[in-house]
DNA sequence: CAGCTGGGCTAAACCGGTTTCGTAAACTAG
DNA sequence: CTAGTTTACGAAACCGGTTTAGCCCAGCTG
């Protein structure tokens, strides 16, 4: 490994000098910069990151948080915000929390100990307040997808009361009154705001809300069998079920599916996040999607403006859109 | 940020002391711990990672190289190995090709650049040989799901052959004799190897290979979708299709579906990988599922010994089972 | 009691860059 | 021709750890 002090030997400067011109931050005459230039390439040198990062203080790599980076559309997130880190020169850390927060506050020490200059969370699992504190100790950290309440750091969200709104009336629309909500963890932003969307429509449209009908758990496949069991001890069974996330409506097609019931001559499902191969599904999944793409690579951009201490909006909402498949049917 | 120094100073003993004591070189008295102990919790020390990787010279850090995270397979992939690697105290800095070969090279250059210091590379397109070379020049890189020929470096795959017997049998079983093959690069040895399965099972039971039922491509939707088209213009149809990966059958599903024919009763399909969700599409997919989890451990544990320096084996192949679903039916 | 051994600890070099401050030489202006 | 200003560059401090070589002294040995 050859060293800026033996390119400066080389090319017979300093290397305070070889240093300040392979950065530019001084303009030498050329006749300079070319012996420069050939020692480098005479020597084939490569600066040292490690002592380069030591010396600035910086690491120039990101980490993403995320709980599950095996969840489609994470795994998506986490590839946009890539591509869009590595156009900036930003190299990125891949973390993942599989649910436990204490994971999630060791991450953000990396922040402290110089494992990364900024952090990118898309954490999905309700807070008790000690997230928000952690979060809130540092001023380089941005919220992806979901919300830390009460942090103040920028965030970049998608209208899903929108987003719900326009699923609940889609399916009203089709002649569904009973309409089941099957969504995540009660406490979550994105929960409580597709909850709303959800009540919205059913009132603009004179069906009476059911609380019964709306069940809480957790954004997993799991929760979606469950929650399906429980619907169908419920008195009168819902005709549709417009669920929280795709993966919750797996798992709540898996369990209709086993249970015998067809979707959706039977019952009608929509999804929310239009994770990758919804469109597989049997039947294909109708979704709200969201702009994934758009959210990486706003959320990265949120980001390198903390970095360059530049401006930057404190939230910023993304459209979402309905896209109709087959797993709704009319209903007289 | 208090360094080693103030520490040193508040507990009255030398940096190198301190440095000693709290990487376990050293055994001190008690008293001495204690005290060192006891400055470094007063202080809220934390060592400064930058210092310490120019000082030792390593990062522990690894690199994985991916062609696409969103991939599922491959995020499951990268999801165990990001857990295995934190278990024994690593990061994981992600990077993805999207297919550019130059990339792949590119993030070799971080081993130089002492960005990482080991990488795990699954790679699945065909190499000319100049991302071989690359690879020859290092020491620290291991190979996992698909290789790269010609290079002496630890392998970790699965067993693509039996593998593929098995789904093709699995299909002659079924009564099926004009069974495609739709793969992926031609000169990758994932796809040689799962054809010579498909071969070998097609043989062994009489039926006579034509290698017109055979189509290379990309391990991507879209080859999936056109080499239906192509199969569909071939004389006598086939009945069944064995997919050289599960990617590559959503492709060949959702063609056939377009097509208006209907899986399994018009036609049959296997994949291979049994990627997450596989099992939500429809139909539900019939599959050779690779031991995603074991293959993420099993690499990156060759990763270590590498970096300890221990023995590794040079190539290790993993079991494969044929997960039956609905995709397939019988035929008289 | 001299010599030896080993425990406890540290000075100083080192990792390889970046950056600040400054100076000598060359150039410009008056 | 002198004073002031640029230009071109370098010495040295610094980032914050780790590690080597070795010092000092207590305790043991003969």
């Known amino acids: 490994m050859t060293t800026i002090s033996q390119v400066a030997r080389e090319a017979g400067y300093s290397p305070a000098t070889v240093s300040r011109y392979l950065n530019n931050r001084i303009e030498l005459p050329a006749s300079t910069a070319l012996r420069i230039d050939a020692a480098v390439a005479r020597l084939g040198y490569r600066p040292n990151l490690l002592a380069r990062r030591l010396s600035t203080g910086r690491t120039e790599a990101i980490g993403l948080v995320a709980t599950e980076i095996s969840n489609p559309f994470f795994a998506e997130l986490a590839a946009t915000i890539e591509v869009e880190a590595e156009l900036?020169?930003?190299s990125v850390l891949m973390s993942t929390t599989r649910g436990a927060r204490e994971r999630e506050i060791t991450y953000l020490g990396r922040l402290e100990d110089r494992h990364v200059d900024d952090l990118i969370m898309m954490t999905n699992?309700?807070?008790d307040g000690t997230l928000a504190t952690n979060i809130d100790a540092h001023s380089n950290v941005v919220l992806v997808d979901e919300d830390v309440p009460g942090v103040a750091v920028p965030k970049v969200f998608v209208e899903n009361e929108y987003g719900a709104y326009h699923a609940t009336r889609h399916l009203i629309e089709a002649g569904h009154t009973?309409?089941?909500?099957?969504?995540?963890?009660r406490f979550l932003m994105s929960v409580r705001e597709r909850m709303d969307g959800y009540l919205r429509a059913l009132r603009e449209n004179r069906v009476e809300p059911s609380m019964s009908r709306v069940l809480f758990g957790s954004y997993s496949r799991k929760f979606g069998a469950d929650a399906t069991d429980q619907m169908h001890s419920h008195a009168d069974r819902p005709t549709a079920v417009f669920c929280g996330s795709d993966i919750v409506a797996t798992g709540v097609m898996q369990r209709l599916r086993e249970g015998g019931l067809n979707v959706p001559?039977?019952?009608?499902v929509v999804g929310f996040d239009d994770m990758p191969f919804a469109d597989m599904f049997a039947p294909a999944l109708t979704t709200v999607r969201q702009p994934i793409e758009t959210l990486g690579r706003k959320a990265f951009r949120a980001l390198y403006a903390l970095i360059n201490k530049q401006e930057t909006v404190a939230e910023e909402r993304l459209p979402v859109s309905l896209v109709e498949r087959q797993s709704v049917a009319r209903r007289p």
Do not use: K, M, N
């Not at 009973?178 to 963890?185: D, E, Y």
């Not at 001559?265 to 009608?268: G, L």
């Open 88 to 90: 900036h020169g930003y």
């Open 125 to 127: 699992e309700p807070d």
């Open 178 to 185: 009973r309409i089941a909500h099957t969504s995540g963890p």
């Open 265 to 268: 001559d039977d019952i009608s």
